[in-house]
């Protein structure tokens, strides 16, 4: 099993940068892909950012391209999500998450964190 607890959600206004954080615990995460998915109010859950175990291969969605960046450090177990140049649109509640494939689906990731807010205000 493996625990993950993210932090660093809030409001922030509209060109602003957030940075959020994944704590990993319990078995380690260093052989699992991590991602980093966003659930808006009415809209399904999507990946916007994966990171292999290694940290070799990264995956952004088109529409954070160039605005987000992820990042791990296996020895702290931890992973991250930079976010700049924020806006409206990326408000949702953003959740890290453990599995088996960089450019997989929801359905691949086998551990989850509860999810951290992030609001834009415009």
């Known amino acids: 099993q493996v625990q993950l607890l993210e932090s660093g959600g809030g409001l922030v206004q509209a060109g602003g940068s957030l940075r959020l954080s994944c704590a990993a615990s319990?078995?380690?995460?260093?052989?699992?892909?991590m991602g980093w998915f966003r659930q808006a109010p009415g809209k399904e859950r999507e990946l916007v950012a994966s990171i292999s175990w290694s940290g070799s291969i990264s995956y952004y969605a088109d529409s954070v391209k160039g605005r987000f960046t992820i990042s791990r450090d296996n020895t702290k177990n931890t992973a991250a999500l930079e976010i700049d140049s924020l806006k409206a649109e990326d408000t949702a509640v953003y959740y890290c998450a453990a599995g088996n494939s960089v450019f997989g689906r929801s359905s691949d990731y086998a551990y989850w964190g509860q999810g951290t807010q992030v609001t834009v205000s415009s």
């Open positions: 319990g078995r380690t995460f260093s052989g699992y892909a």
